[in-house]
């Protein structure tokens, strides 16, 4: 009978084909080729019902053992592939436990935040103590209580992220919310000068935040630590005495130091300290612009008023603050020409440090 014939042909093709298969995948491919919805197989089987009476059962018979005889050898090629392709994959993964491990790589600390260790270290080693404050601060403590009211001119100096106020309403504008993210660290001065009374040593390292758009030489977000004296007899001397014993602890006993007068609104007399040049000694090269010395911070005697302003006897009483960024010392130091390397997060960059 030319049916059982093809049937029996059909099977040859698929035990040679599954035979063959070199893979789980290539198998399935081939089950579904002959025993599928649309399998060789299957379109023989539902043709059945076209043949007489006499053919009917012949043909279905040798049809059940041809499905019977593709799905064991299916079965059994399927197991071998499968073992074949878990010992290939246990033979790729195999440890050798002789081998030393994988240790992860020791990290250190930020350069930016070894700068900060160093300083703290200096001004703590003169006798002074650490404190802190809130990141959003009042415009009473951020500005006004420091000889900032609101029509001074050096508010524009500080370009500010004022926040929501207790209303609910966003504040876009100076002067529409008395909320705001710091832009200085001078806050936590007044707040020490609120709740202790002289002599006072205090150093206020923190985050300030100012809309400043990131360039070489600007944050939006950045460090600064600022330091305040306040007793009977605190001079100028004093100050310049302090700023020069920092200077030489941190970037060596050659280096010299000079205060030029500049003005700050909360301290009287001020003045921008300079330190000179370490690549060029002073002389004048490319790194300081040709002008021998570079900029690390700002300094002065407190204002009377701020005294004043937090019930402290400018008549009994004296002191002096300073300010300085970390970002900027670190990049002085070493020699870095953009801040915005700090934050980039750039591993080739940060492990030379």
Not at 176 to 201: F, G
Request: glycine share 10%.
């Amino acid at each position: 009978m030319a049916i059982v014939e093809d049937l029996l042909a059909l099977r040859d093709r698929a035990l040679a084909d599954i035979d063959a298969a070199p893979d789980v995948a290539s198998l399935e491919s081939v089950r579904v080729g002959y025993l599928g919805k649309k399998g060789s197989l299957t379109g023989v089987l539902r043709g059945l019902g076209a043949l007489s009476a006499e053919e009917r059962p012949v043909v279905g018979k040798t049809a059940n053992e041809v499905r019977e005889a593709l799905e064991s050898a299916l079965a059994q090629r399927g197991e071998e592939l499968s073992r074949r392709e878990r010992e290939a994959k246990v033979a790729a993964e195999v440890v050798d436990v002789t081998l030393p491990g994988r240790k992860r790589p020791v990290g250190h600390r930020h350069i930016v935040n070894q700068v900060i260790d160093e300083i703290i270290d200096i001004f703590v080693g003169l006798g002074y103590t650490m404190a802190e404050g809130p990141e959003v601060e009042l415009d009473y403590y951020n500005f006004e209580a420091l000889n900032h009211p609101p029509d001074h001119p050096a508010r524009g100096l500080q370009d500010t992220f004022y926040v929501k106020d207790l209303s609910g309403d966003v504040a876009a504008v100076q002067g529409e919310s008395d909320l705001l993210l710091r832009t200085q660290t001078s806050p936590v001065q007044v707040r020490v000068m609120e709740r202790q009374k002289p002599p006072i040593y205090v150093l206020a390292p923190g985050r300030v935040y100012r809309r400043d758009v990131a360039d070489p030489s600007h944050l939006p977000q950045f460090f600064q630590i600022e330091g305040l004296v306040v007793d009977e007899g605190i001079t100028f001397a004093d100050l310049k005495g302090t700023l020069e014993h920092f200077v030489h602890r941190l970037f060596g006993p050659d280096r010299r130091v000079r205060l030029r007068p500049h003005f700050f609104p909360f301290t009287e007399p001020s003045a921008e300290v300079d330190v000179s040049c370490g690549f060029c000694g002073g002389q004048g090269c490319r790194f300081c612009g040709g002008e021998g010395w570079l900029e690390i911070l700002g300094c002065g005697m407190v204002d009377p008023n701020v005294f004043r302003n937090v019930g402290i006897d400018p008549e009994r009483y004296t002191g002096f603050a300073f300010g300085m960024g970390p970002e900027r010392i670190a990049a002085l130091r070493h020699g870095i020409p953009d801040l915005r390397l700090f934050l980039d997060g750039d591993m080739r960059f940060l492990s030379q440090f």
